[in-house]
């Protein structure tokens, strides 16, 4: 009898760890239960409750829920007033939604070069894009980090340019003790699944005007005079009319009872991203070739996105790096984007974004959610600590 050839006994290959998964538990499913069960699941009840929470926890005046974070930001600049013929200066050094919003209402976006060190526009890069034309800035508390926004409303406000505040990637972070986004005139949020809080998508304004808050109420639903929600309550509905030409960026009930549980567990879910943060710089101290990103002086992140800077004597550059960690099952991923680089704007003039450029290129986005076992952290440094040690793999 012949033998079948004996296969080699080889380890079984390691389970895949996630750059990011969203916490959900039996609450979210209760909550959305409930909406499901009410027969009330378009915009609603639930939606003015998440709102009116999170207001409060953001000590934000007023909040509109609506869908993304890119409509938030698009809302937010045409309360402001922002349209064809303006300019309006966004950090390339971010998801590419951030110029969109700016291009939707007619407007310019123009480039703003980043600090090093926080990945942030700062007073003075603001001021070096600022233009005859400029109506607004939109700065970015990018991967969490908060934006030193009173250098930049002390640049802006004399001159009369609105500050939008891009928080997409802030809910609890603070600045100087506050929540980041209280202290802007206007702001957007984002819930998208990658974000501490999360309703699947879906975004939020918040703003200090009432006016503008109305505004964003009222455009959001396609500029109807009458809700939705007040025409499902009444019996014999009002006619209603469309004032200006508006949008459908409403959220749903089932989104905002996901939200306000999320909401609740945001102080928990910081408090572990944090946790996880500070075991990875501890770990990384006095590696040759790798910066972690920092607190600022003016307030703390919350760990939305831990990145990391890899350079010389780094025996491995940053493609290199992710190579050895998706060959041990890590998922990690490159750093925030360059949007000027992107074919969307190829053809806009842009000063020389230098600091953009090289953050873009030489950083990394480690795993880091609230679920992470210690083992699998563990992993991790493991295999970023072994590519320092050995060099092996893609290199300079």
Request: charged letters at 20%; aromatic letters at 6%.
């Amino acid at each position: 009898m012949t033998l079948a050839p004996q296969r080699p006994v080889t380890d079984p290959a390691p389970s895949r760890i996630n750059v990011m998964q969203p916490w959900f538990g039996p609450e979210e499913v209760a909550a959305v239960t409930e909406v499901l069960q009410s027969g009330w699941v378009a915009q609603g009840p639930k939606v003015a409750a998440f709102e009116t929470a999170f207001a409060t926890r953001m000590a934000a005046e007023h909040a509109v829920a609506v869908s993304s974070c890119t409509t938030a930001l698009h809302l937010a600049l045409l309360v402001a007033g922002v349209g064809p013929g303006d300019d309006v200066v966004v950090p390339s050094f971010s998801f590419i939604a951030t110029a969109n919003a700016a291009t939707y209402v007619g407007a310019r976006p123009v480039f703003a070069d980043v600090d090093p060190v926080t990945g942030n526009v700062t007073a003075a890069t603001v001021e070096a894009a600022l233009t005859p034309s400029t109506r607004a800035v939109v700065v970015v508390d990018q991967g969490g980090v908060p934006v030193d926004l009173d250098a930049v409303r002390a640049l802006c406000d004399p001159r009369g340019v609105t500050v939008v505040e891009d928080a997409a990637c802030g809910a609890g972070s603070t600045y100087r003790g506050r929540p980041v986004g209280a202290g802007a005139e206007v702001t957007a949020w984002s819930f998208h699944p990658r974000k501490i809080v999360t309703t699947g998508e879906g975004g939020m304004v918040t703003t200090s005007r009432r006016d503008w808050a109305d505004r964003a109420r009222l455009l959001r639903e396609h500029a109807m005079d009458v809700s939705a929600a007040d025409r499902h309550r009444s019996v014999l509905a009002p006619a209603e009319r469309y004032v200006e030409v508006g949008f459908n960026f409403r959220m749903t009930d089932l989104q905002a009872a996901v939200g306000l549980v999320q909401l609740g567990r945001l102080d928990a879910v910081v408090a572990r991203r944090r946790e996880i943060a500070d075991r990875y710089r501890d770990a990384f101290t006095g590696v040759d070739g790798l910066r972690c990103v920092q607190d600022p002086e003016w307030g703390t992140g919350n760990a939305q996105s831990f990145w990391v800077e890899v350079g010389p004597p780094h025996p491995l550059d940053r493609d290199g790096l992710l190579v050895r960690l998706a060959e041990a099952g890590v998922s990690a991923r490159r750093g925030i984007m360059s949007a000027h680089r992107q074919p969307a704007y190829a053809g806009l003039d842009h000063a020389p974004l230098p600091v953009t450029e090289r953050l873009t290129d030489t950083t990394l986005i480690l795993p880091l959610f609230h679920q992470l076992s210690d083992a699998d952290l563990h992993r991790v440094i493991d295999v970023v600590r072994s590519g320092a040690a050995t060099g092996s793999g893609a290199s300079r």
